[in-house]
């Protein structure tokens, strides 16, 4: 697989699959950011203190973000 094909994919998913990837990568891009940083934290316990904040989510009704 190529590049190219890997853009190709990524641009024919739906939106909120792209928003669901790129949630779920933040754990991990904060842990090897720390680690950089020489302060490492276990991926685990960052995934821990994002689970307990609900991400915003849309309000269709109202047309607004509530969270």
Known sequence: MTWQDNIQ???ALPAER???IR????PLDVAQSMAFEREPVPVEKIREIVSFHSP?????????TVS
């Open 23 to 26: 949630r779920e990568a933040i």
């Open 18 to 20: 792209k928003l669901q």
């Open 9 to 11: 994919r990524w641009q």
């Open 56 to 64: 915003l989510r849309a309000d269709p009704k109202a047309g607004q």
